[in-house]
């Protein structure tokens, strides 16, 4: 399968990057509408469910790897992902409204670097969409398959009105979202990286707290920032969000850039190799801050790198890039490796 792999990205990715994913996408769902045996193959033996479970932010995860929020922003393939070696997955980044995003192209690759560069822009069908469909997903998902709503603003939210767009995207999703995660570190709505401060965050996590509070079951709120925040300023920043009711967080976002196409400068965000440092940088200096769960995500491209971020003290990997460069076979490589881990440490 690997060989496979290979031989069809030498075709793929001579293809405009956007239409190649909206195909991907298709062919999961025939995948799975064919009765799941195809993508099973595509994703090769997965090991024994005892030695791939993990408990986190209090509840049970069929295993430690997850997709990475912004391939399935919109719930359309959730019922493929366990299917695929998923243990589970981050829809989003959902926001109140539907909105296009960023005029086409927005998504590009350097095969050389195994990166990503995008500019997508919060496109999305909207919350309520989006907890329509992951309501029907839910009777077809196994229990152990965890789903959390990654939130952020729509573009046209002053960025003064922020809190109560995260509250608005999170209102749909009672019963529903396994986790939450605010999303204020994508490089692609204007702004929004503003709001990764103390005095922008609270009133954010207040306003959905307010929401989530009266749910019967209050889902765990995450934070997810940006690769390029580190030291003195990430580990307060750390200390004052844990301070008001954070549960955890997820690092990291895409790394702002540029990329050059048709003779035109364009600003968005890497992902893959070119964040695979920073990305295990911002995990060290955030695992000597708290001790609270954190999901780490950027430039995982090899089963190696991801025992190096549970080493490191991640309790959770998520993958993007890597899922696109290795192939379908590589969150159950990684499900072996972090096994393997697990049973070495007696865990
Ligand atoms: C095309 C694309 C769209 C993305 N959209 C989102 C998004 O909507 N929300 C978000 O929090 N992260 C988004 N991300 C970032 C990923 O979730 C992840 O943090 C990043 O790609 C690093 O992981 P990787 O190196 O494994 O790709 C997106 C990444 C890509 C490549």
């Known amino acids: 399968m690997p060989r496979l792999w290979d031989l069809s990205k030498g075709l793929l990715f001579r293809l405009d990057a956007e239409k190649v994913h909206r195909a991907m996408i298709g062919m999961v769902r025939l995948g799975r509408q064919a009765g799941g045996l195809p993508l099973r193959l595509a994703a090769g ?49 959902v926001t109140p409204l539907p909105q296009p995003g960023n005029p086409r192209p927005r998504l590009f690759r350097d095969p050389e670097r195994q990166a990503i560069f995008n500019r997508m822009g ?67 709505t204007p702004g929004l990286r503003s709001l990764q401060s103390a005095r922008a965050l609270l009133p954010i996590v207040a306003a959905i707290g307010e929401v989530i509070s009266g749910w019967t079951r209050r889902p765990p709120l995450l934070l997810k920032l940006a690769p390029e925040l580190e030291g003195v300023a990430l580990r307060e920043l750390i200390e004052e969000v844990e301070r008001a009711g954070i549960d955890g967080f997820v690092l990291t976002n895409t790394l702002g850039g540029s990329f050059r196409s048709n003779g035109r400068e364009l600003e968005g965000g890497w992902s893959g190799g070119p964040l695979t440092s920073r990305s295990r940088a911002r995990l060290l200096e955030a695992r000597e801050a708290t001790k609270l769960p954190i999901i780490s995500v950027g430039g995982i491209l090899s089963a190696e790198e991801a025992g190096e971020r549970v080493r490191s003290g991640a309790q959770l990997i998520q993958i993007y890039s890597g899922w696109i460069y290795r192939g379908p076979g590589f969150p159950a490589e990684i499900s072996w490796k972090l096994a393997g881990i697990q049973r070495d440490s007696g865990a």
């Open 122 to 188: 919060f496109n999305g069908a909207g919350a309520a969409a989006v907890a329509a469909r992951l309501e029907r997903a839910r009777t077809r998902l196994p229990g152990d398959f965890r789903v959390g709503v990654n939130l952020g603003k729509n573009k046209d939210t002053a960025l003064d009105d922020a809190a109560a767009d995260y509250a608005r995207a999170a209102a749909p999703f009672e019963g529903l979202a396994d986790y939450l995660v605010v999303n204020v570190s994508s490089p692609n």
């Open 45 to 93: 033996p997965l090991p024994e469910a005892s030695a791939a479970r993990a408990n986190v932010l209090g509840m049970p995860f069929r295993s430690r790897v997850g997709l990475a929020a912004g391939f399935d922003k919109d719930a359309e393939i959730l019922e493929a992902l366990p299917e695929l070696g998923f243990g589970f997955a981050e829809i989003g980044t």
